[in-house]
């Protein structure tokens, strides 16, 4: 945002705004991209205050494009589940925004545990291109329940429950519920 004479110069406010100028250029595939900032203070003369000039030295570099993308660490689920998820494939230019989208949606399945690492991005600078390496660590979805109560005229009554939301490391959820007692037996079964 440019500024009125007068106003006092924001350090911190340049620093995020270089930090924002790199974050464009890294999501139009710039990953090489070196953006300096350039700070000039000019002396005060008589009747003015000093003023500081600003601006950035950008070397854009060759757009990178994605090379190759690759899981790692999944165990369980299918790989095809995980790449689902991610936004980018080979052949497409590097974004660094889709990078990032692509992590919370993985993260975002419930199946892996958190914090997952940051994905990896191995740079080849004379192709241009990047491998991109997502690591995830499988974490146990399952779960059980298990009840009993005991009551007048129906005597003892209990259930067992199992829901998997990641049946066979598909991403599909199935549900298996029997109620028992002495006057009823139910079974349910969901997928």
Known sequence: RGTQPGEIFDAVAFQDATGDVHRLYTNQGYLYVQVQPVTERVPASADEQATVRVAWEIEEGQPASVRRVSIVGNTFTHESVIRNQIMMLPGDVYSEEL?????????ALGFFETPMPMPRIEPDQQTGEVDITFEV?????GSVGFGTSLGGSLGLTGFLTYEQPNLFGQAKSGNLRWEFGRFSNNFEAGY
């Open 99 to 107: 990078l990032i989208a692509s992590y919370r949606r993985i993260s």
């Open 137 to 141: 660590r499988e974490k146990q979805t």
